[in-house]
Each structure stands twice: as structure tokens, then as C-alpha cells.
């Protein structure tokens, strides 16, 4: 029984008005199906992180060594991407878990890549194919984008002739969110679309929970979170304006710099690394 919280802590007052009371207001919403929430979450949580597999995998003998959030894979001849979160167990196993409100953003081409850039990342030059570790992505989604109304989907390799396994060691499983029935999977998927933590049904995902949404310290963790996307949502629409004034080739670098908040030398890269790609 999760113990009950009798009052949510007055964040604000407590810590002086240091928060944006909009962005308190922001952060009593959030849910696990909240990818930016989700990410911070689950960022270098073992056990949360632990209990998720355990859940979906239904293998309580896993144990996570390592995890992180938005982990990045270069890929220097195509696209490259950025895993939401991203473990590894104790056997060498490689974990992506996303989570995606847009059908669009869960597509099975996308999980495909995801599987393939993991492969890439994690075998290292020289190594026999044998040794390539095996590699789960798992897409926990607001909607059934799979569109046949079962809480997951297990997509494995076979052999069509003769219906065996190809046993490769690549697995992708769909979680449907929709799916909210009194079992294990069912009250993870209750866990993952609840605000409050003292409504939420597993002990160590509230715990999490309270702490992000409620102390002090993790409360400012959240806020600076914000804070970052915000800055990151300026960044990008100023190098947006000054692609479009560049592609004109009618301004100086310094007219540019003044009407799109970047500096002199930003615009002047910018330039250059755009003539880059063109050629």
C-alpha cells in the first residue's frame, strides 16, 4: 500500500518563488506518456528503470547495470538518433524504451531503425558476429497504433516454411496504453497515465514521482528540464530565421546576427556548414 501523502508540498513558498509558477502548473500534469517527464524520470534510475522490464519482459530476474536518457547515436552517412532511454543489463543485453503520444512517431519502419542503430553502436570492430548482443525496443504508445486491440505486441523473426524462430536476437515490442486491466502490464499502463503519485499503483514509480513533482530538489530538476526546452525551442527558431535570411544571399552576416539573436560567428558557421551539405 502506497503510503498517502496528506499535502502536496507548497513548492513555491518553500523555496522563495524561485519557480515559474506556470511551469509548477506544467509539471502537476505530466505523466509517464510525457516523453520529456518520462526521460527525467527513468534518467539513471536503475530500479525504475528495472521494474519497467521486469513488468513487460515478464522476467524478474533481469538486472539493469546501466541506464540513461537521451542517448545519442551518430550515424556519419545518415540520420542519426536519440533514444529516450537507453540500458543494459547484466548480460550484455541492449534495452531502447520510447514512449509516443503520435502513432506517427511510433511507426514500425522508425522501431526498425532503432534496432538497427543499436546494432551498429554496440558491436565493435573486429568482433565476431555471434558475439552481437541482443537488443529489445520497446514502444510504450498512447494509442494502439498496431490497430488489433491486444496491451502489447511481441514482433520477432521466423522462419516463414516451417513457423520456427530465426533467433537473432532482435525483439520489438508495442505496449498499448489503452490497455488498463487489473493486471501487472495493466496497472503500469494506470501508472503511466496518472498526474498524481499518490494515485499511482507501484510503490517505487510514486516514490519517483513525488520526488519530481513535489521536493524541493526535484521539483528544480523538473523546472530547469523547462527551462533547457525552452531555450532549446529559441535556439532552433533562430537558426530556423537565420537559414531563411542566408538562403537569400541579400544580408551580411551581421544584419543576420542582429535580426535573429545569434552571434556573428554562429551565422558565419551556420553559412559555412550549410555550403557543406549543399555541395
Known amino acids: 500500500m502506497i503510503a498517502k501523502v496528506d499535502k502536496i508540498v507548497n513548492v513555491r513558498e518553500n523555496t522563495v518563488g524561485q519557480f515559474l509558477e506556470k511551469d509548477l502548473r506544467y509539471l502537476r500534469e505530466f505523466r509517464l506518456l510525457d516523453d520529456d517527464y518520462m526521460t527525467k524520470f527513468f534518467e539513471d534510475n536503475i530500479e525504475c528503470t528495472e521494474l519497467l522490464l521486469h513488468i513487460i519482459l515478464e522476467n524478474k530476474d533481469l538486472r539493469v547495470d546501466k541506464v540513461t536518457s537521451q542517448y545519442s547515436i551518430k550515424n556519419l ?5 536519440r533514444l529516450d532511454v537507453y540500458a543494459q ?8 524504451i520510447e514512449v509516443q503520444r503520435s502513432d506517427k512517431g511510433a511507426s514500425v519502419k522508425r522501431a526498425r531503425y532503432h534496432s538497427s542503430m543499436i546494432d551498429a553502436n554496440s558491436m565493435d570492430t573486429g568482433n565476431e558476429y555471434d558475439r552481437l548482443a541482443d537488443t529489445y525496443v520497446i514502444f510504450i504508445t498512447e494509442h494502439d497504433v498496431l490497430d488489433d486491440d491486444l496491451p ?7 522462419i516463414r516454411e516451417n513457423g520456427k524462430s530465426f533467433a537473432d536476437g532482435s525483439h520489438i515490442i508495442y505496449v498499448n496504453a489503452q490497455h488498463k486491466e487489473d493486471t501487472p ?16 499503483h507501484y510503490l517505487l514509480l510514486a516514490q519517483r514521482a513525488r520526488y519530481l513533482k513535489e521536493d524541493a530538489k526535484g521539483v528544480a530538476t523538473m523546472c530547469k528540464m523547462m527551462e533547457d526546452m525552452r531555450n532549446e525551442a529559441a535556439k532552433e527558431k533562430s537558426l530556423s530565421i537565420a537559414c531563411r535570411m542566408l538562403a537569400t544571399g541579400k544580408l551580411s552576416y551581421e544584419e543576420i546576427a542582429l535580426c535573429s539573436d545569434l552571434s556573428v560567428e554562429e551565422v558565419e558557421a551556420l553559412d559555412k556548414e550549410s555550403t557543406v551539405r549543399v555541395k
Do not use: T
Not at 77 to 81: F, L, M, N, W
Not at 89 to 96: C, I, L, P
Not at 152 to 158: S, V
Open 185 to 200: 502490464l495493466g496497472r503500469l499502463m494506470q501508472d503511466f497515465a496518472c498526474k498524481d503519485p499518490r494515485k499511482m
Open 152 to 158: 502489447i505486441y511481441h514482433i520477432e523473426r521466423i
Open 89 to 96: 543489463d547484466r548480460a550484455g543485453k541492449h534495452y531502447n
Open 77 to 81: 552517412q545518415g540520420r542519426s538518433v
